[in-house]
């Protein structure tokens, strides 16, 4: 994300049970997935930076397929959907029931307010345009997935972004075939990016970068729009806390000491009032975590992160470039 200057990274077929949502040291990963913990082939995620995850005020895991987070703008919302269609040989009831999903979440949506929907459609909507809707410098020819797609994208008037600037093949293709070889190379466009027609002057670029570290026959599409992010006012800024301290016999001790005699008493003082004993429960805990668990002043390092895997990272990268053969070879051995 770094490298690619991106704020907020829509995943498909993350594979990932349950739903919920994860803390990393680049931001926050919301995910979505199967209930059943032995099968879990799908699945949607969207990976959000430190500063745009501030503005972040819903999140709605519909499906293994079909996922949303909400945010709050200067102005109006924001809904970033996710998805991961089902595959050209599924099924056309497959197909209508991921299209009913997203429908699903669309009805929630109100029509001022800017909508992103984004992800592998597994189909192929091709050079030809529709006005409006689907610029005229897409890839390949549109196969029957791809109509649907397209009544689709007609149903809800929003624009397929990167169909929209001229660019060379490879900023457009966002997949290529595992098999390929010397003598067939297969080259599609199937991961899409849009945006409600009403927001079209808010694009500025949108295209794929083949050169990403990836391990994944997809090529991330890169989009960029111009909108202004509201920062949600938090309630009390804290001090951050480093939780690795409660490893410690000693201090974890402590902690539970002092959390087990504070909340004891708060709870015989304002036993009666639920929202008064709420707000007396947090700042207890916020109270003793800021005391006895708070962050030195010093940058923090990824111990995981050593100079032999950056190599590494940065020997993919040219690898996938230039010879995938060998990029498939270092990606096996890592």
């Not at 099924?91 to 909508?115: A, C, M, P, S």
């Not at 397209?150 to 624009?159: L, P």
Request: hydrophobic fraction near 30%.
């Amino acid at each position: 994300m770094n490298r690619l200057k991106v704020n907020i990274f829509g995943i498909s077929e993350v594979r990932w049970p349950g739903s919920g949502k994860c803390i990393t040291d680049g931001g926050t990963f919301y995910y979505s997935g199967s209930d059943d913990q032995q099968k879990h082939p799908n699945g949607v995620g969207i990976l959000v930076d430190k500063e745009t995850n501030k503005a972040v005020t819903g999140f709605v895991p519909l499906s293994e397929r079909v996922m949303m987070i909400q945010l709050e703008t200067s102005k109006i919302r924001t809904n970033i959907i996710q998805v991961y269609a089902p595959t050209a040989q599924s099924e056309d009831r497959e197909i209508d029931e991921f299209y009913g999903q997203i429908e699903q979440l669309w009805k929630n949506i109100k029509k001022h307010e800017v909508t992103i929907v984004m992800g592998d459609f597994n189909a192929k909507i091709g050079r030809r345009g529709v006005v409006d809707v689907i610029g005229e410098h897409g890839l390949g020819q549109r196969n029957e997935r791809g109509e649907r797609l397209v009544e689709f994208v007609q149903e809800k008037d929003i624009v397929v972004t990167n169909t929209l600037f001229k660019l060379p093949p490879r900023r457009l293709y966002t997949w290529r075939s595992p098999q390929d070889t010397k003598d067939k190379i297969v080259r599609n466009q199937i991961d899409y990016v849009m945006i409600n027609k009403r927001y079209r002057n808010s694009i500025l670029s949108a295209k794929t970068y083949p050169g990403a570290d990836m391990a994944s026959d997809h090529n991330p599409v890169v989009a960029t729009f111009k909108l202004t992010l509201k920062r949600i006012r938090q309630s009390k800024k804290s001090t951050k806390m480093d939780f690795t301290r409660l490893r410690n016999s000693e201090t974890r001790s402590r902690v539970e000491k002092r959390l087990t005699e504070e909340l004891q008493t708060s709870h015989s003082r304002d036993k009666g009032d639920i929202n008064i004993e709420w707000e007396k429960i947090k700042d207890t805990i916020f109270e003793i975590g800021n005391k006895e668990l708070s962050c030195k002043n010093e940058k923090k390092k990824n111990e995981w992160m050593t100079d032999e895997i950056i190599e590494l990272m940065r020997t993919r990268r040219e690898a996938k470039t230039t010879e995938n053969n060998r990029y498939k070879s270092i990606h096996r051995d890592k």
